[in-house]
């Protein structure tokens, strides 16, 4: 086979100088590979598995992410034990609602675009500058968004600088907006938040956080078919992330059974039985 002088080199492009932002990269080299660029056919859209319900808890000195494991698709069930809350870096989290595979795709774009700051910059980006980053990527995806293929993810994360858990919302056009102490997003998040409401206090350790997110997708899950509550039978657990000022880590199933078996008997053990 007859070797070009180039072959086994990089593409010129990516021996340049250039901006930090890989999407901005991407964008101006292979633009397609963007979900957001990528072309809708005319017509009715598929039905394509959603994801829900995402809730967030800060506790004194870091922040939990919890997220239930159904994905649906109309009526059905289309996955049971689905993957929603990724860790970004070594201090966030990200959690996904809405079209499951372009939110799944978006959030492993935003973990290189923070990699790659990281690597081009030699430090890592603020937390607001990572959440105003991740707005910008999902306004990208807005004509898909237009057409019903939304992504609307929940950002969250420990401020090294401010030594505290901080939460970001977001709308489908990329507007992001910090919220205060809990938060949660997906079809079950009305009734999520109304758990924790009632719920959440200052100055909860990180155990006591990890409760109240449990508790709080128990809660939708009773009241929204389209979120799954803990499933005993088959061993399926809510995905909880903590971060904190040691960095990011995911509570194994094994330490969120107990919470789970506690959550039911307290309720099984209350006057009238579960509530």
């Not at 492009?13 to 932002?21: D, E, H, Q, R």
């Not at 492993?108 to 105003?132: C, D, P, W």
Request: charged content about 20%; aromatic content about 6%; overall charge negative.
């Amino acid at each position: 086979m007859t070797r070009g002088a180039d072959a086994g080199r990089l593409p010129s492009a990516f021996l340049a100088p250039g901006s930090s932002s890989f999407s901005d990269f991407l964008g101006a080299h292979a633009p397609d590979l963007l979900p957001g660029r990528r072309p809708v056919p005319s017509g009715p859209v598929t039905e394509a598995p959603h994801g829900t319900t995402i809730v967030t808890v800060t506790f004194d000195g870091g922040v939990v992410m919890a997220g239930d494991r159904r994905a649906t698709m109309g009526n059905v069930i289309a996955n049971r034990d689905m993957e929603k809350v990724f860790a970004t870096d070594e201090f966030s989290l990200v959690g996904i609602a809405g079209t499951a595979g372009l939110a799944i795709e978006l959030v492993r774009l935003f973990q290189v675009e923070l990699e790659h700051y990281e690597k081009i910059e030699g430090t890592l980006m603020s937390l607001e500058g990572k959440a105003n980053r991740l707005a910008t990527m999902i306004r990208g995806n807005l004509g898909m968004a237009m057409q019903g293929l939304a992504v609307v993810p929940m950002f969250a994360g420990y401020d090294l600088g401010g030594a505290t858990g901080r939460i970001f919302s977001y709308d489908v056009t990329g507007g992001c907006y910090e919220e205060h102490d809990h938060h949660s997003v997906g079809s079950g998040s009305l009734f999520a938040r109304g758990a924790l409401k009632k719920l959440f206090r200052r100055g909860m350790t990180a155990d006591e956080a990890v409760r109240v997110a449990v508790e709080a997708l128990y809660d939708a899950a009773d009241d929204d078919s389209a979120t799954g509550g803990p499933d005993v039978g088959r061993r399926i657990w809510p995905t909880v992330g903590v971060v904190d000022a040691e960095g990011t880590r995911f509570v194994p199933s094994d330490d969120v059974a107990p919470v789970v078996d506690a959550i039911i008997g307290d309720r099984a053990a209350a006057e009238g039985g579960a509530r």
